[in-house]
């Protein structure tokens, strides 16, 4: 069982930088592979970033290639998000995801553990 706390979400002018960071309990956290996604009211939750637990090779959503950068410390149980060049479109509530067996990476349903989330607004 893992548990997943998402911090660093708030409010940032366009053009700005953000991070957002997710702590798991449990002491096997480095062999789950880690994802970022988010969740715009209206809209379906979308894959954003992602992280293998076997070779750490890193995925992202063309909409954030180049703009974003997801990393672990598995010393601290943690992944990161760091989000430079915030656009409006990126305000949503990000969520971050875990899972062990993990097949595609950008696939919602292949995730089986979920934090709460945490509101990232980016204003013009």
């Known amino acids: 069982q893992v548990q997943l706390v998402e911090s660093g979400g708030g409010l940032v002018q366009a053009g700005g930088s953000l991070s957002v960071s997710c702590a798991a309990s449990?002491?096997?956290?480095?062999?789950?592979?880690m994802g970022w996604f988010r969740q715009a009211p209206g809209k379906e939750r979308e894959f954003v970033a992602a992280?293998?637990?076997?070779?750490?090779?890193?995925y992202y959503s063309n909409s954030v290639k180049g703009r974003f950068t997801i990393s672990r410390d598995n010393a601290k149980n943690t992944v990161y998000l760091q989000m430079n060049n915030l656009k409006p479109e990126d305000t949503a509530v990000y969520y971050c995801?875990?899972?062990?067996?993990?097949?595609?990476?950008?696939?919602?349903?292949?995730?089986?553990?979920w934090g709460q989330g945490t509101q990232v607004t980016v204003s013009s």
């Open positions: 449990g002491r096997t956290f480095s062999r789950y592979s």
């Open positions: 995801a875990a899972d062990r067996l993990i097949g595609r990476v950008d696939f919602v349903g292949g995730y089986d553990y």
């Open positions: 992280i293998r637990w076997s070779d750490s090779s890193t």
